[in-house]
């Protein structure tokens, strides 16, 4: 199965902040990376899908970028609402596997 | 609209049936998947009912669980058979999209169901 990890598994950042997660897979998946926003309690949110793509009434501040194993979510201006866990997820293969996550925090 | 139920506390060895109860879409024609969260880990696919009647599952699942549907409900549902410890998590049922043509992403997800597999 395809690995993926992210890097860092937590990030303290202010309001305003231009944040940056990074996303490896253990092997080339192409384009096909996914990123999801999760919040305790609530269901996963699509943000991006096929690395850069943002899925319908996602906020221009989140991109995505990458390609074959390395592949970055960057939030230009971070919102009080984007304080959550971001993970990304593989679709190359039918294992459809996910990373750990990343915890953006308030600093 | 998705909306898990049937969640609970079952002992190690046992069963439980967990539904997704489709709206909007008729679950017959539809791709949707379980994909699980364990207390502190990441995101886990399960299994994935496609609209041709295949079902697949992740090795974790194989031989245990069984995707099914009822289209008179409009409804999906996971029987979880032979419940381990490590089973135990947040089950959600969610909606394929944008595939790859052998993975996809999940663009509807329920808001899930907690499955607490202990003695």
């Known amino acids: 199965d395809i690995q993926m990890t992210q890097s860092p598994s937590t990030l303290s950042a202010s309001v305003g902040d231009r944040v940056t997660i990074t996303c490896r897979a253990s092997q080339s998946i192409s384009s096909w990376l996914a990123w999801y926003q999760l919040r305790p309690g609530k269901a996963p949110k699509l943000l991006i899908y096929k690395t850069s793509t943002l899925e319908s009434g996602v906020p221009p501040r989140f991109s995505g970028s990458g390609s074959g194993t390395e592949f970055t979510l960057t939030i230009s201006s971070l919102q009080p609402d984007d304080f959550a866990t971001y993970c990304c997820q593989q679709y190359s293969s039918s294992s459809r596997t996910f990373a750990q996550g990343t915890k953006v925090e308030v600093k | 609209q998705l909306v898990e139920s049937g969640g609970g506390l079952v002992q190690p060895g046992g069963s439980l049936r967990l539904s997704c109860a489709v709206s909007?879409?008729?679950?017959?024609?539809?791709?949707i998947s379980w994909v699980r969260q364990a207390p502190g880990k990441g995101l886990e696919w399960v299994s994935v009912f496609n609209a041709d009647g295949t079902t697949y599952y992740a090795d974790s699942a194989q031989g245990r669980f069984t995707v099914s549907i009822d289209t008179s409900k409009n409804t999906l549902y996971l029987q979880m058979n032979s419940l381990r410890l490590e089973d135990t998590a947040i089950y959600y049922c969610?909606?394929?999209?944008?595939?790859?043509?052998?993975?996809?992403?999940?663009?509807?997800w329920g808001q899930g169901a907690m499955v607490t597999v202990s003695s």
């Open positions: 969610a909606r394929e999209a944008h595939g790859s043509g052998l993975g996809s992403t999940f663009d509807i």
């Open positions: 909007g879409v008729t679950v017959s024609r539809s791709y």
